[in-house]
């Protein structure tokens, strides 16, 4: 059997979807369609964050294929997450977007907003990271209403150099979560937003009306569509 095939098996006795495991481990599900279809293998990274992640997974079988595919649990032993393995991140909720955007040039600290218990792989020691409650529909289907994302703030002297992904764009009085495709702060000096909803539309903001650029970089809990 491939790497591929043991995957598969793995995911069926643990009875969850690629959606939920990509989501626990921060990472795209495409990831994981990709892998599973053949067409690219897991790196040791994403193997290891598996192990770390289900434990109950059997490395053996895992990395060499040997049975079973799950490690019995003890006799008398519950399965239980430890604090240990969780860490308190800030938590920005929908209905303290104008109060951050307030208080941002006075600066946030993390006694001034709630907390959300994020699991430490995910976080991968990422400095200054707050937990985002996204609003409405605007980033379906990749992010729905209501889902919490981690995002890592963007030093200003880089803002010119990010495309491609998911950001968080504090602008004027505005707090969104876009998609950044059209970046041209170094030539003509403003950045377009894209909603990944076709419905969603786009927005262009001048360099001199952006606070605050923050890149999301995982899922850490999204609502059952």
């Known amino acids: 059997m491939t790497i591929q095939d043991r995957l598969k098996q793995v995911f069926d006795a643990l009875g969850i979807t690629i959606y939920q495991i990509a989501k626990e481990l ?19 990274d994403t193997i290891m964050s598996l192990l770390a992640c289900y434990p109950q997974i059997s490395a053996d079988y895992l990395i060499r294929g040997t049975m079973p595919v799950l490690n019995s649990p003890q006799a008398n032993a519950r399965i239980m997450t430890s604090d240990d393995d969780t860490i308190e991140v800030p938590f920005v909720p929908v209905k303290f977007y104008a109060t951050f955007v307030e208080s941002f040039s006075d600066g946030i600290r993390s006694t001034d907003v709630e907390s959300f218990r994020v699991r430490k792989p995910i976080v991968k020691g990422q400095k200054n990271a707050v937990v ?9 289907p990749q992010l729905t209403h209501g889902a919490k994302v981690l995002a890592i703030p963007v030093n200003e002297n880089n803002w010119e150099y990010q495309s491609g992904g998911v950001y968080a764009v504090m602008y004027r009085d505005y707090f969104v979560v876009k998609r950044i495709r059209d970046n041209e702060l170094l030539t003509r000096k403003y950045l377009t937003l894209h909603s990944d909803n076709p419905n969603g539309g786009n927005v262009t903001v001048p360099l001199q ?12 809990e999204a609502p059952v569509e």
């Open 209 to 220: 009306d952006i606070r605050g650029l923050w890149k999301i970089v995982a899922i850490v």
């Open 132 to 140: 985002l409650e996204i609003s409405g529909s605007s980033m379906t």
């Open 26 to 44: 921060g990472e795209n599900p495409s990831k994981f369609y990709n892998i599973l279809n053949g067409r690219a293998k897991p790196s040791y």
